[in-house]
């Protein structure tokens, strides 16, 4: 006989946008239930932000052993042992996963169930062998990596980010299907630790952001010695005695290029499947579950956040959206999803961090703008530490408000946050100018830049005059 469970919120899926909502209502007092079909801690911490980033920081570690000759150290060639890189991995993920853990969200007050959802009606979910019935449901279910329809894929051995962090042994050529976040950065990860790597895509790279950006990001990936090729017909995928090939339309004809491990990185598919929402009355599509601005499905008892509900899938993004949920589904607040200033950053060597308009969005939307640079070549911490690729740009009104700043460079995802803040403030690009900034440091870029606001004025033939005139008094 089925379990029978009274709840005030039950979330299906515990990733960023699932923890979140569940933390937050159980520590609120509300009776919560939390289901999870696999690992408690969702795409992230697993197969996501967590193990990329810490694979990128082993990455980084072998780069700075390669350069450094260029500072008078004498370190010789990086020796990698990739079965210690992938420990180092894991020993991250384990390191966080107890915050994640069903221990603490039973300690938290949650009802933890593990097993796979399924909704047989408006309020009700079976699960495991029981049955929750709740006044509101929150559907974050996430996303998995979308595999394109490649002839000869569906045959051929391949890693997504869901696998490639259980692989031990280092891939003598790596061949990358994706030229977007995830494949730059894996594939930049790999090469650095000792690969040979080679990049696909259908169009250009990091295609969502500025191109001039892409540009900074490009020279550096092909300085490290990845084969790219943006905007190729892949004819097919072949299986061959030493791994893979890609076979690429070359004029008339086809090439191929082998490599001895395949990634797939061609973007992420929400996870809609299977989850009985047209019992429960909830529209969706492929593109994930249709919601309005206040996160409400077509069943405004039921709630969607994360990746699953479409748009940009990023952590930061679900744990915002987490926070709508909340306010909706336990403070009747008509809260909505519509953040002033939402950032992103592509964690490649250098970053590539974007917030509000890029310079051509800004063009395209009309009116009087300005546009404000710095490069990283004239900060002096930046030549202190021989790392000065990249620029930041920034997007103001005539008036000096702030619409967006583009930042590729060092730490170019750190960087990010003031502009961040302006935006999202409504603060003008005087604020940037005039804040007190320590020297030597990278975050004086943003204030060089904003500076450019104002120096056309400042240093005009009427102001020259103006001084001319007040010395005249002695």
């Given amino acids: 006989m089925s379990e029978d469970i009274q709840a005030d919120i039950c979330v299906i899926g515990a990733g960023s946008a699932g923890l979140s909502v569940a933390a937050g209502a159980a520590q609120l007092g509300a009776r919560t239930v939390l289901i999870e079909a696999q690992k408690m801690g969702g795409d992230c911490l697993n197969t996501g932000c967590v193990p990329s980033k810490s694979l990128l920081a082993a990455a980084k570690a072998a780069k700075a052993v390669a350069r450094a000759p260029r500072f008078g150290v004498r370190a010789g060639e990086p020796n990698v042992d990739f079965e210690a890189v992938n420990a180092h991995v894991h020993g991250v993920i384990d390191a966080i996963a107890p915050h994640d853990s069903i221990e603490r969200f039973t300690g938290l ?10 909704f047989v009606d408006p309020r009700t979910i079976e699960a495991a062998g029981k049955i929750i019935r709740a006044r509101r449901f929150v559907i974050a279910t996430g996303s998995r990596a979308a595999v ?16 490639i962090f259980d692989n031990i042994v280092l891939p003598r050529r790596l061949l990358v299907i994706g030229a977007g976040p995830i494949g730059c950065e894996l594939a930049q990860a790999h090469r650095r630790l000792g690969a040979q790597v080679s990049v696909f ?21 092909v300085e490290d010695g990845i084969d790219l090729h943006e905007s190729v017909d892949i004819l097919r995928v072949e299986t061959r005695a030493e791994g893979v090939a890609i076979v690429l339309r070359n004029g008339a004809g086809e090439s191929a290029i082998e490599g001895s491990h395949l990634l797939v990185a061609a973007g992420r598919k929400p996870n809609v499947e299977d989850l009985g929402l047209e019992a429960a009355g909830v529209r969706y599509s492929n593109k994930g579950v249709e919601t309005d601005a206040r996160l409400r499905t077509s069943n405004k008892r039921i709630f969607a956040a994360g990746d699953v509900a479409g748009g940009l899938q990023f952590t930061h993004l679900a744990g915002y959206q987490a926070g709508i949920v909340i306010r909706n589904a336990l403070f009747r607040l008509p809260a909505k999803s519509r953040p002033k200033a939402f950032p992103w950053v592509t964690y490649t060597d250098p970053e590539l961090a974007q917030v509000g308009l890029t310079k051509a969005q800004a063009r395209e939307r009309g009116g009087d703008i300005r546009i404000l640079r710095a490069d990283f070549a004239d900060n002096d911490r930046a030549r202190a530490e021989s790392d000065t690729r990249g620029f930041l740009e920034a997007v103001v009104t005539k008036g000096g408000h702030v619409l967006g700043a583009t930042i590729v460079g060092h730490n170019a995802g750190e960087l990010i946050t003031p502009w961040t803040l302006a935006i999202s403030q409504g603060l003008k690009i005087g604020a940037l100018a005039n804040v007190i900034v320590p020297y030597p440091t990278l975050s004086e870029i943003s204030k060089r830049a904003a500076g450019g606001y104002f120096t056309p004025a400042l240093f005009s033939a009427r102001m020259r005059a103006l001084v001319r005139f007040l010395g005249a008094f002695g």
């Fill in 109 to 118: 007050g949650c009802i933890v169930i593990e097993g796979r959802a399924r």
């Fill in 148 to 163: 394109p329809t490649i002839p000869g894929l569906d045959s051929a051995p391949y890693f997504t980010n869901e696998t």
């Fill in 201 to 221: 895509d259908l169009g250009p790279l990091l295609p969502k952001d500025d191109p001039d950006a892409a540009a900074v990001v490009r020279d550096a990936l």
